[in-house]
């Protein structure tokens, strides 16, 4: 679903289910940089794994 779709979507939990996905991810990140490993996400249609090191980088940017 895109996001103007999951805006109109009826279901309330249902339309904030991005936000959460999002809180979880930023979630998965702090974890990863407490515990000095990498995460794995998607890019495009790319799995990419970011290590802690890369991820401390992109804090700073």
């Given at each position: ?9 009826k279901d309330p939990d249902l339309r904030a289910s ?19 490993t990498g995460i794995v996400v998607v890019e495009g ?17």
């Amino acid at each position: 679903m895109t996001q103007q779709e999951l805006a109109k979507a009826k279901d309330p939990d249902l339309r904030a289910s991005l936000q959460a996905i999002k809180r979880a991810a930023e979630l998965a990140r702090q974890t990863a940089l407490q515990t000095d490993t990498g995460i794995v996400v998607v890019e495009g249609q790319k799995m990419v794994h970011v290590s802690a090191q890369e991820l401390r980088q992109e804090r700073v940017l």
